[in-house]
Structures are given as structure tokens and as C-alpha cells.
């Protein structure tokens, strides 16, 4: 967990504690990262509502807080429950503090804050279906929340709530919401698409690459073996001419000792079988020589 928080806030880009290999791990770091850090100033609040709690006795709202902080605690470090599960915890407590704010302090609270994030990370951490209907919600939710304070089942301690004010301040902030986690939600979609595009192309470049590196072997075999049979031929030429052309050269000698000792009738005999020693010892050299069997 604590090497995800630190790639996200101190690593370069392109380093390699920031090399994701997919989407979806991208997007836990990215819960990790904003949730790790809700957390640690969450605690801080936590504290102070904790001492004015036990200051002033309010024992119901010291245990609400406190078990929302363990229920996001277990949301953001427990692996074995799935993702969407986490994140949908986390959103669900962010609704829950927004309309804890809006029945506690009225339009003038924070609630809006929570609710507006809750929209853009549901749109940044699930997708832009799942953003929408956070922003559905929400506007079901001023819309339900503005009808029960105009009819009186809510109020405050002070006259904050004009319905008309609470109208237009209300569809500005679903407009707002809308905006902000479509923009989100598409832009990660974005993201997502060029990634699958990139691992596509980088599986081909692999595929390209085996295919190279394949080919190369095959080459090198291909190689091999015709150097091998340009030794073996080169072998062939040399005892060739050494168990052929030897012999013959030697016959040779001795038929030419001979027809000097002949007379005219054996020369013209031993002058054919010459000849044809001549021709045989042609037929060789072109062998050894040119690779063709020709006289």
C-alpha cells in the first residue's frame, strides 16, 4: 500500500514504481492515493470532533464517527474486498456525511462539497455510467431535501432557506456536477481506449518481434547447414581430384613410356585408350572445377 502512495506522489513520470499494466490498476492507485490522504487529514477532524463530542457528552455522534472512520478504513485497505465494493463504501459515506452537513448546519454547509466529489469519483474511479447516476442521485437528493425543508419537515436554528434561492443554487450545481463528471468520466475513458490501443500495438511489436527473432534462427540454421555443404562439396573436389585425377595422371606417364617402346600399329591403340583417359580426366576436372559433368 505504502509503495503505491509513494509512486503516485514521488516518482517521475515513466519511472518504474509508475508503470501501470492496466487501466484498472492505475485506478486503485489512483484510490489509494485519495483515499490514504482523506484518511490522514479525516484523522485530524476526527480529533476535534472527538473532543467536542466527549466535551459535551454527545456520546451518539462520538460512535457514528468513529465507526465511519473504521468503515473507511476497512473500504480502503482491505484487498480481499472486491474494488467496486471499496469504492462504493467510500461514496456511500460520502453521501452520508453531505446529508449529515446539509441536516446539521442547512444550505449554508459544506454538503454540497461532498456530494459534488462523491459524483466526480464515482465518474474517475467506476466509469461514466456510474458518474451519472451519482449526479442523478444527487439531484434526486437537493430535490427531496429542498421539499422537505419548504414544507417544514426540516429546519434549522436559523432562517437560512429561501426555496427559490435553493432552486437555482441547486440546478447550478447539478449543471456543475454534470459537467465536471462527464469531463472526468470521458476523459478516462479516453485513457482507457489509448491504453488497450497501446497494448495492442505493443503485442503486435512482440508478436513482430518473435516473428523476427524466428526468422533470424531460420536464417542462421539456413546458414549453417549451406556452410556445411560448401565444406562437404570442397571435400568432394579434394579427394576427387586425388583418388581421379591422380591415377590418371599417373596412367598417363606410363602409356607414353609405353608408346615409345610400341610400334606403329600398338601407338595408334594405346593412343585411343589415351584419349579416352583424356576425356575421363576432363569429365573430372570440370566436375572438381565447375560443379557440371561435361567433357
Known amino acids: 500500500m505504502l509503495q503505491r502512495f509513494r509512486s503516485l506522489f514521488f516518482h517521475e513520470?515513466?519511472?518504474?514504481g509508475m508503470r501501470f499494466s492496466t487501466v484498472q490498476e492505475w485506478r486503485e492507485n489512483v484510490f489509494y492515493a485519495i483515499f490514504v490522504v482523506t484518511l490522514i487529514?479525516?484523522?485530524?477532524?476526527?480529533?476535534?470532533?472527538?473532543?467536542?463530542?466527549?466535551?459535551h457528552g454527545d456520546w451518539l455522534n462520538l460512535a457514528v464517527f468513529c465507526g465511519v472512520y473504521v468503515l473507511a478504513l476497512i473500504f480502503t485497505f482491505t484487498a480481499r474486498v472486491?474494488?467496486?465494493?471499496?469504492?462504493?463504501?467510500?461514496?456511500?459515506?460520502?453521501?452520508?456525511?453531505?446529508?449529515?452537513?446539509?441536516?446539521?448546519?442547512?444550505?449554508?454547509?459544506s454538503f454540497r462539497i461532498w456530494w459534488f466529489s462523491l459524483a466526480v469519483i464515482a465518474g474517475l474511479l467506476l466509469g461514466l455510467h456510474e458518474g451519472i447516476a451519482a449526479v442523478v442521485v444527487n439531484a434526486a437528493s437537493l430535490t427531496l431535501l429542498g421539499y422537505l425543508a419548504a414544507v417544514g419537515h426540516v429546519s434549522w436554528s436559523s432562517d437560512a432557506f429561501a426555496p427559490e434561492t435553493w432552486a437555482i443554487t441547486g440546478v447550478t450545481f447539478v449543471f456543475l456536477n454534470a459537467v465536471a463528471v462527464v469531463s472526468v468520466a470521458l476523459l478516462i475513458r479516453g485513457i482507457e481506449h489509448l491504453f488497450v490501443t497501446a497494448t495492442r500495438h505493443a503485442e503486435?511489436?512482440?508478436?513482430?518481434?518473435?516473428?523476427?527473432?524466428?526468422?533470424?534462427m531460420e536464417r542462421k540454421k539456413a546458414e549453417e547447414e549451406m556452410e556445411r555443404a560448401l565444406e562437404l562439396?570442397?571435400?568432394?573436389?579434394?579427394?576427387?581430384?586425388?583418388?581421379?585425377?591422380?591415377?590418371?595422371?599417373?596412367?598417363?606417364?606410363?602409356?607414353?613410356?609405353?608408346?615409345?617402346?610400341?610400334?606403329?600399329?600398338?601407338?595408334?591403340?594405346?593412343?585411343a585408350a589415351r584419349a579416352a583417359i583424356r576425356r575421363?580426366?576432363?569429365v573430372i576436372k570440370n566436375i572438381v572445377e565447375k560443379g557440371e559433368i561435361c567433357e
Open 82 to 109: 472486491p474494488f467496486r465494493i471499496r469504492v462504493t463504501g467510500w461514496l456511500a459515506i460520502f453521501y452520508l456525511l453531505g446529508l449529515v452537513t446539509f441536516l446539521s448546519l442547512g444550505p449554508v454547509g
Open 13 to 16: 513520470p515513466g519511472a518504474p
Open 280 to 282: 575421363v580426366e576432363s
Open 204 to 216: 503486435a511489436l512482440r508478436a513482430s518481434h518473435r516473428r523476427l527473432e524466428t526468422e533470424v
Open 41 to 55: 487529514l479525516g484523522a485530524v477532524a476526527l480529533l476535534v470532533s472527538a473532543f467536542y463530542a466527549v466535551r
Open 233 to 271: 562439396e570442397k571435400r568432394f573436389k579434394a579427394d576427387a581430384a586425388h583418388f581421379f585425377l591422380n591415377p590418371i595422371a599417373i596412367a598417363k606417364g606410363y602409356m607414353d613410356l609405353a608408346m615409345e617402346r610400341m610400334s606403329q600399329p600398338g601407338r595408334r591403340r594405346l593412343s
